[in-house]
């Protein structure tokens, strides 16, 4: 079946630094991939998305970009601030689920000032 | 516009009751999840409905896991003669037709069993 893997954490940076979250994902067929984010004591919210190869989803100074080739989609930003302090999910829907997301584990992300 | 509410956002209750948690979707949204966040399993899919579709009930973990949507809406997850290992964030989610398959998020419900 569909699986998402990434990477554990926690991550700790220093503010302003370079951040990469891995996600590597098992599917078959061509899914949607997804990053969602959880801030402390809050809800899922969608971060950004991409729906074929090679398509860059981006949004707030994170982007992502779904390579096919690799099975991938790595979260990046440029500089990371304190309020991205949260929990990054890397998410999948298959073609051929039913619809619904298949999560990776979570890595939470700690931005230090 | 209005998010996904759900109720109650706290729930404790004792072994072997019974619960019942809410999800208001996004309106005009025409599908509605249920999902189980918990330290050891992270988020599980439980059910999925769609329109006036047969819901998909694969990941509901055991008989005692029960969901119904009324008027293709409001969602109930009931959960009967609850157990410790119940114990977790419930997540409901709704996304409209069509798209990519973004799911639109609740801020969930905190089930603890003592």
């Known amino acids: 079946g569909d699986s998402v893997t990434q990477m554990e954490g926690p991550v700790t940076l220093s503010e302003e630094a370079f951040l990469t979250i891995n996600c590597t994902y098992t599917?078959?067929?061509?899914?949607?991939l997804f990053w969602y984010v959880q801030y402390p004591g809050e809800g899922l919210q969608l971060l950004l998305k991409a729906t074929k190869a090679d398509d860059k989803g981006s949004n707030k100074g994170f982007e992502a970009t779904y390579r096919k080739e690799t099975t991938s989609f790595h979260l990046e930003k440029g500089s990371v601030q304190v309020s991205d302090s949260a929990v990054y999910f890397c998410a999948l829907r298959g073609p051929n689920a039913g619809n619904m997301l298949t999560f990776g584990g979570g890595t939470r992300l700690m931005v230090k000032p | 516009g209005a998010g996904v509410s759900q109720s109650p956002s706290n729930k404790v209750t004792e072994k072997g009751k019974d619960v019942e948690l809410r999800c208001d979707p996004i309106?005009?949204?025409?599908?509605l999840y249920w999902y189980r966040q918990s330290l050891g399993q992270g988020l599980e899919f439980l059910i999925y409905f769609q329109g006036n579709s047969a819901p998909d009930k694969s990941g509901l973990p055991s008989d005692r896991f029960s969901a119904e949507r009324t008027g293709g809406s409001v969602s109930t997850l009931t959960i009967q003669r609850t157990q410790q290992e119940d114990s977790a964030v419930y997540l409901c989610?709704?996304?409209?037709?069509?798209?990519?398959?973004?799911?639109?998020f609740g801020p969930g419900t905190r089930l603890t069993v003592t």
């Open positions: 989610a709704s996304s409209p037709l069509g798209g990519a398959g973004e799911q639109y």
């Open positions: 309106s005009g949204h025409t599908a």
């Open positions: 599917a078959t067929g061509y899914p949607s």
